[in-house]
């Protein structure tokens, strides 16, 4: 019996990638052909969106290491047992970073596109703000895989802690390449 529900649980981890894989490949399409535009856009109060997304970003970073340690917290591998209330706060904090992810990539998306080659003016498009754009749809492919894994009863055990390795050390790449970045460039955002 445990042999035939371990053959079922297989390819879910597949068809979770490949999943992500085509969210990924859309977001990155719709962000090819959209036109950037601020129309259906907020600043939440900051002067600029980039602001704004700034600072969701620093959020969603530091609550990504949170989630991290919560993780390692809820399966013992920080040397002490987890309270009960953790297993509830790890869903909840989860759950709050997909949504200010989905959020912040509407806006990137929405007001940046996924610019390659030369910009209208004639400037080149960095490599920074290619590799940020590509990893930001990954992670949005990521994210569709992390839901499949926490979701899925049958999904091998090794696929929830990949899924969410995935996510996170994308997650921290495009934080890196956007808003630590832009800190360390032009300094905090003011509201």
């Known amino acids: 019996m445990a042999e035939t529900s371990a053959r079922k649980g297989k390819p879910i981890p597949l068809i979770a990638l490949a999943a992500g894989a085509v969210v990924a490949l859309l977001v990155g399409v719709v962000g090819k052909a959209h036109d950037p535009s601020l129309d259906g856009t907020t600043t939440l109060g900051f ?3 980039v602001d704004m997304k700034v600072v969701l970003s620093m959020v969603i970073g530091v609550l990504a290491v949170l989630q991290v340690i919560g993780a390692l917290w809820i399966y013992g591998r920080l040397g002490i047992d987890a309270p009960s209330w953790v297993g509830k706060a790890h869903r909840f ?6 949504v200010l992810t ?3 990539a509407y806006h990137c998306l929405w ?7 030369t910009l209208e003016n004639g400037e080149d498009v960095s490599t920074r703000t290619v590799v940020h754009g590509v990893l930001g749809c990954a992670v949005l ?3 569709v895989v992390k839901v499949v894994a926490v979701r899925s009863r049958r999904a091998p055990g090794w696929f929830l802690p990949m899924a969410g390795t995935l996510l996170f050390s994308l ?3 495009s934080v890196l390449t956007s808003a630590v970045w832009y800190v360390g460039e032009q300094g905090w955002p003011t509201p």
């Open 47 to 49: 002067q600029t969106v």
């Open 111 to 117: 007001t940046q596109g996924l610019p390659t080659g």
């Open 102 to 104: 989905g959020f912040v």
């Open 93 to 98: 904090s989860g759950t709050f970073v997909l």
């Open 171 to 173: 997650l921290a790449i």
């Open 141 to 143: 492919g990521a994210a």
